[in-house]
């Protein structure tokens, strides 16, 4: 008997083995259905891009998006359920909440939910500040504090680039509000975030190597220059009314 793909697949009889090859055949298809994985309880749901995979290009390209958004932005968010699911002193905290308040994690799953809980929220944030009709000068508010703060967008802007291209490894760049209401410049590692600080994220790019490589190699600086045309001002006006109101 010919051993064909479907009685290969028949033989196998496991959807998970099925999904693994299929995978190896065609790695995007595999990431773009999104299929639901094996979420034990969807505490922190697993959000939607808010655009298609290829409305970024040419600044971020489709298959970025697709395994950015589909692998890695999925797997801190399963892995980050996985890890809260029926420990019952978490209950009912937000994400944020949840990131703010480590030290009422229990030590066992701690780093876990550090590194997953940082990556979902530091992830919901990137989707959400990225749009194709982003770009230019910012607007609003932010632009106002911009200003009073660095002087102008281009000195924010060459501050921020500086910042993020040195962030040695994989980390990201942030611009937050401070408990004295003042706009800084800060970096973290891996998936740290200005939240665990107590400052208030109000944008920040993602410098880890699979949020550029396969379209910009190493020239890091090149992604975070062409990064600015995606920014979505009002979202970043949004999250800076957010932050203040916390303030
Ligand atoms: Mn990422």
Redesign the pocket.
Known sequence: MALNRRNFIFLLGATGVVFALEELANPISAVAQNRPTSQARQIYPYTPLPYAHNALEPYIDERTMRF?HGK??AGYTRNLNAAVAGVSELQGLDAEELIRNLDRVPKRIRRTVRNNGG?YV??KM?WEIMSPDGGGEPRGSIAKSIRRNFGSFDRMKEDFNARAKKVFGSGWAWLVLDDRGKLRITTTSNQDTPLMEGVYPIMGI?V?E??YYLKYQNNRGGYIENWWNVVNWDEVNRRYRRARDRA
Request: charged residues 10%; glycine residues 10%; aromatic residues 28%.
């Open positions: 950015h890695h932005y990556g530091n992830h990137f993602d880890w699979h949020a």
